[in-house]
């Protein structure tokens, strides 16, 4: 049941922004044989040093996007959240019955449903529940080196999996019980780590998260690292969850499930980016802790049982075939017909500085590939500070806007239809609206030479 919901959690139509720009990095890869380590895409920061963090992902989706299209990439991520939901599925393990068992886990999916995107902190996701499962004592603490490896080379959240040991570790000691498990782990985890600075970029991976987390100025202003405003099903979830695991934990007092819940409770409260992080961490505790109910329990495998996942495996079936059936991806949120537009009328991006939002930054780069055609795109941490404040600046409306348009020789303006800045730039007589869709508007400063008709 678990694994079919999964499959259709993981199959949806591509849409994700920030996975827009690691597929358009993986075509790159691919097709240069290297690396990029200067900006590829932008006017603003082209040439600028870039460390490309997540570059294996990027193969592995450039690679999955080769051997089978669009298809082939829902494939890679649906088979993602299945091993996510599998791990949560064995993490959950000491619980006893059945039934609460799979509450916890369809909790916790709830949790992930609206939160799981096709980014690489899926993959980040599943070896941090490696390294769960290892503090639990249900994997070798020698397969932490190559997760470690691995864990560098796809995403930046590899810091999580040393916090985690060391934050159960302290717990034990607390508890009086034995660390050598824990220990093993960590020397296991630190090793991994290190070995992941063998790579094509270098030892530079393991600072990016410490220079990333140094952007503050900017990451103050992106939603997913603020605080979560618990306004959608997903995070609501997660409360329910937190909730849940506080109840247990005065069920079942202990100091490595309670420094667990606070220091990873808290990081969650703190940047919405952490909720399904702490999702995850939380089952083992949990599990000890929830109560028996029902006369089903997880150890036993009842004749029913062959029945029932023939059944959940011809579900699960059905679900990828229903899905596979749709779009492979759902580009409705980004400036599509407004890009075509500019087409149309003879445009060149190549030639024309056109403004627009992070979100249609990466949408241009991976319709187009390399090029300075982007203004600005979510890579917060390549772009120089006085361009992501020039992007705030346009982004608020604020009053350097003018400013900021002349500086770069903006003459084309691609921006969300509603939003501030178009219903400045419409109201302000030195720019006119030349398309305009339920979406997104596109204006241009008057007088500019513009396409094959000329002027603005």
Same mark, same amino acid.
């Given at each position: 049941?678990?694994?079919?919901?999964?499959?259709?959690?993981?199959?949806?139509?591509?849409?994700?922004?920030?996975?827009?720009?690691?597929?358009?990095?993986?075509?790159?890869?691919?097709?240069?044989?290297?690396?990029?380590?200067?900006?590829?895409?932008?006017?603003?920061?082209?040439?600028?040093?870039?460390?490309?963090? =997540?570059?294996?992902?990027?193969?592995?989706?450039?690679?999955?996007?080769?051997?089978?299209?669009?298809?082939?990439?829902?494939?890679?991520?649906?088979?993602?959240?299945?091993?996510?939901?599998?791990? +949560?599925?064995?993490?959950?393990?000491?619980?006893? =019955?059945?039934?609460?068992?799979?509450?916890?886990?369809?909790?916790?999916?709830?949790?992930?449903?609206?939160?799981?995107?096709?980014?690489?902190?899926?993959?980040?996701?599943?070896?941090?529940?490696?390294?769960?499962?290892?503090?639990?004592?249900?994997?070798?603490?020698?397969?932490?080196?190559? #997760?470690?490896?691995?864990?560098?080379?796809?995403?930046?959240?590899?810091?999580?999996?040393?916090?985690?040991?060391?934050?159960?570790?302290?717990?034990?000691?607390?508890?009086?019980?034995?660390?050598?498990?824990?220990?093993?782990?960590?020397?296991?985890?630190?090793?991994?780590?290190?070995?992941?600075?063998?790579?094509?970029?270098?030892?530079?991976?393991?600072?990016?998260? #410490?220079?990333?987390?140094?952007?503050?100025?900017?990451?103050?202003?992106? #939603?997913?690292?603020?605080?979560?405003?618990?306004?959608?099903?997903?995070?609501?979830?997660?409360?329910?969850?937190?909730?849940?695991?506080?109840?247990?934990?005065?069920?079942?007092?202990?100091?490595?499930?309670?420094?667990?819940?606070?220091?990873?409770? +808290? +990081?969650?409260?703190?940047?919405?980016?952490?909720?399904?992080?702490?999702?995850?961490?939380?089952?083992?505790?949990?599990?000890?802790?929830?109560?028996?109910?029902?006369?089903?329990? =997880? =150890?036993?495998?009842?004749?029913?049982?062959?029945?029932?996942?023939?059944?959940?495996?011809?579900?699960?079936?059905?679900?990828?075939?229903?899905?596979?059936?749709?779009?492979?991806?759902?580009?409705?949120?980004?400036?599509?017909?407004?890009?075509?537009?500019?087409?149309? #009328?003879?445009?060149?991006?190549?030639?024309?500085?056109?403004? +627009?939002?992070?979100?249609?930054?990466?949408?241009?780069?991976?319709?187009?590939?390399?090029?300075?055609?982007?203004?600005?795109?979510?890579?917060?941490?390549?772009?120089?500070?006085?361009?992501?404040?020039?992007?705030?600046?346009?982004?608020?409306?604020?009053?350097?806007?003018?400013?900021?348009?002349?500086?770069?020789?903006?003459?084309?303006?691609?921006?969300?239809?509603?939003?501030?800045?178009?219903?400045?730039?419409?109201?302000?007589?030195?720019?006119?609206?030349?398309?305009?869709?339920?979406?997104?508007?596109?204006?241009?400063?008057?007088?500019?030479?513009?396409?094959?008709?000329?002027?603005?």
């Amino acid at each position: 049941m678990l694994v079919a919901a999964g499959v259709a959690v993981g199959l949806r139509p591509l849409s994700d922004n920030s996975f827009l720009t690691h597929l358009a990095t993986g075509r790159l890869i691919l097709e240069r044989g290297s690396i990029p380590t200067a900006d590829p895409y932008t006017f603003t920061a082209h040439g600028e040093p870039w460390v490309v963090q =997540s570059w294996l992902a990027s193969v592995l989706y450039g690679t999955a996007e080769a051997m089978a299209g669009g298809t082939g990439l829902r494939l890679l991520t649906g088979a993602l959240v299945v091993a996510v939901m599998l791990l +949560a599925w064995r993490l959950l393990r000491p619980a006893s =019955s059945l039934v609460v068992r799979l509450g916890v886990g369809v909790l916790f999916l709830a949790v992930g449903a609206g939160l799981w995107a096709e980014r690489p902190l899926l993959l980040g996701l599943l070896a941090l529940g490696a390294v769960v499962l290892v503090g639990e004592g249900g994997l070798d603490p020698r397969w932490l080196v190559p #997760i470690g490896w691995v864990w560098v080379n796809v995403h930046g959240s590899f810091p999580l999996g040393v916090a985690y040991l060391a934050v159960v570790l302290a717990g034990r000691w607390l508890d009086g019980e034995g660390r050598a498990l824990e220990w093993r782990a960590l020397k296991w985890m630190v090793l991994g780590l290190l070995a992941g600075a063998l790579n094509p970029v270098g030892p530079r991976l393991l600072v990016f998260p #410490i220079e990333l987390l140094g952007r503050q100025d900017v990451l103050s202003n992106v #939603i997913e690292w603020r605080s979560p405003t618990f306004d959608d099903l997903s995070q609501r979830a997660f409360l329910l969850q937190l909730a849940l695991a506080v109840v247990l934990l005065v069920r079942r007092p202990s100091h490595r499930r309670a420094l667990v819940l606070a220091v990873f409770g +808290a +990081a969650a409260l703190l940047g919405a980016r952490n909720l399904v992080v702490a999702s995850l961490v939380l089952l083992p505790g949990m599990a000890e802790s929830l109560p028996s109910v029902g006369a089903l329990r =997880s =150890s036993e495998r009842a004749r029913p049982a062959l029945l029932l996942g023939a059944c959940g495996a011809a579900a699960a079936l059905l679900v990828m075939l229903f899905r596979l059936g749709e779009a492979d991806f759902d580009l409705r949120s980004y400036p599509a017909d407004a890009v075509g537009y500019l087409q149309e #009328i003879g445009v060149d991006l190549d030639d024309e500085h056109v403004a +627009a939002p992070d979100t249609a930054g990466n949408f241009v780069e991976v319709t187009f590939g390399a090029g300075e055609r982007v203004f600005y795109d979510d890579r917060f941490d390549m772009f120089p500070e006085e361009v992501s404040a020039d992007h705030l600046s346009l982004v608020q409306s604020g009053p350097p806007v003018d400013e900021v348009l002349e500086r770069y020789d903006i003459d084309v303006v691609v921006w969300g239809r509603t939003a501030a800045l178009t219903q400045r730039l419409l109201a302000d007589p030195a720019w006119r609206l030349l398309y305009s869709d339920p979406g997104w508007s596109v204006l241009c400063r008057r007088g500019a030479a513009l396409g094959d008709d000329g002027r603005c």
